[in-house]
């Protein structure tokens, strides 16, 4: 069975274990081990480290369906329950430290977290709660690798690492890896009770709980000024059609600015609230009625969502505005500017370059460009005439 004393002890009864330590890991100051445990003796074990929980359980309303992965340990511990240990990968689970008592075959371990296999423990424990072969009292054996480690860097790669096979998205790994963290504090100071999505298992729902932190980023990327981005190394600036068409790309490339810092970071991380305010402002502007957009979804004669498509060209042609002035980045329009001039260029870019059609509107570069093209020439009649301007 399985003991759990506190949030950092924990432990853990074997069936069989073996210290496989190799000389690396010796030297490194580290632990690791092989074993069998019974089931039931990791239901209580916690997975806080792990890129991913249980995504049946996942955080949010929309929970997940049960994939084939689920299916399978659930069909195998329903009808073959003896050979569970032979099929079932297991589970890999890190401690901060740990002792073992071969003569009670127990593990006490601290702060103990599984990395791999949540998915496994979730299933167990629908196993268990179900009842099955509750009368025989089967308890089937899983196997086990543990890491003991205080490395916490080591720990969050390891969690990365066996996790790959699994397919996990990189908005998890960036969210574990701590890439997501200033982001996050930077929308709050404007929004206290938003959180960004960090994981996969955190699921983007109509109650605002979690923002979708990947069209975040998109939409930062879709602001920051020409300038900015060519210090970005083989990226082509002039062209933000990669903005709307390739998320999985700009969230690649944002942590590559969070790796390399510098003034990319910081303008990404002070235009990103400014982004998202443009992008919901954009997303409902009631400016759009009688624009005869087929694309744009009405209710009661109210404009309700305006396609990113459209939505997108309009808020990196917003970059000609951006400035910093004294070490703040900011949008600054001019006084004599209104949203009528983009939404009346939007409307001819989408019917005459883009065929009425929001999708190649967001990946048009010729969209972009005539949208773009309204915006300097105020920014540029601003500087030129000193144009008082607001944000």
């Not at 050979?83 to 689970?93: A, D, S, T």
């Not at 296999?117 to 009368?135: A, I, N, P």
């Not at 087929?294 to 042609?317: L, N, Q, Y």
């Not at 870019?349 to 773009?372: F, R």
């Amino acid at each position: 069975m399985a003991t759990k004393l506190k949030r950092d002890a924990f432990v853990l009864d074997y069936r069989v274990c073996r210290n496989i330590s190799s000389p690396e890991d010796v030297e490194a100051g580290r632990r690791v081990y092989s074993g069998q445990a019974a089931a039931s003796a990791v239901l209580l074990l916690e997975d806080d480290e792990n890129v991913r929980e249980y995504l049946v359980n996942a955080a949010g309303k929309q929970k997940q369906s049960s994939t084939l992965v689920h299916q399978a340990i659930r069909k195998t511990l329903r009808d073959h329950p003896d050979q569970f240990n032979i099929l079932n990968g297991g589970m890999v689970i890190v401690a901060r430290g740990g002792k073992i008592d071969d003569t009670a075959k127990s593990l006490t371990l601290d702060s103990p977290s599984i990395i791999n296999g949540s998915q496994t423990q979730g299933e167990l424990r629908r196993y268990f709660d179900e009842g099955v072969d509750k009368e025989a009292g089967f308890n089937p054996s899983i196997k086990f690798e543990l890491i003991i480690t205080d490395d916490s860097d080591l720990i969050a790669e390891v969690s990365i690492a066996r996790n790959f096979q699994n397919d996990v998205r990189p908005i998890s790994i960036a969210g574990r890896r701590g890439q997501l963290d200033d982001l996050e504090e930077a929308m709050q100071r404007r929004l206290p009770t938003m959180m960004l999505r960090k994981s996969e298992s955190d699921i983007v729902v109509d109650d605002g709980r979690y923002l979708d932190t990947e069209k975040l980023i998109q939409v930062t990327f879709a602001l920051m000024p020409e300038k900015v981005l060519s210090e970005i190394d083989r990226l082509d600036a002039s062209n933000k059609v990669f903005t709307y068409s390739q998320k999985t790309r700009c969230l690649k490339l944002f942590q590559r600015v969070v790796d390399e810092g510098g003034l990319v970071y910081d303008a990404f991380i002070q235009l990103a609230p400014i982004a998202w305010s443009l992008y919901e402002h954009w997303k409902s502007h009631q400016g759009f009625k009688g624009t005869r957009i087929r694309s744009i979804t009405r209710e009661d004669g109210k404009i309700i969502e305006v396609p990113d498509g459209v939505i997108f060209p309009i808020i990196a042609a917003h970059a000609e505005f951006v400035s910093k002035v004294q070490q703040t980045w900011d949008v600054r329009k001019p006084n004599v500017f209104t949203d009528d001039e983009l939404i009346e260029a939007a409307k001819q870019a989408y019917m005459e370059i883009a065929d009425h059609n929001p999708q190649t509107m967001g990946k048009s570069k010729a969209c972009y460009s005539t949208l773009a093209q309204i915006t300097s020439i105020y920014a540029r009649f601003a500087r030129r005439t000193r144009t008082p301007a607001s944000a």
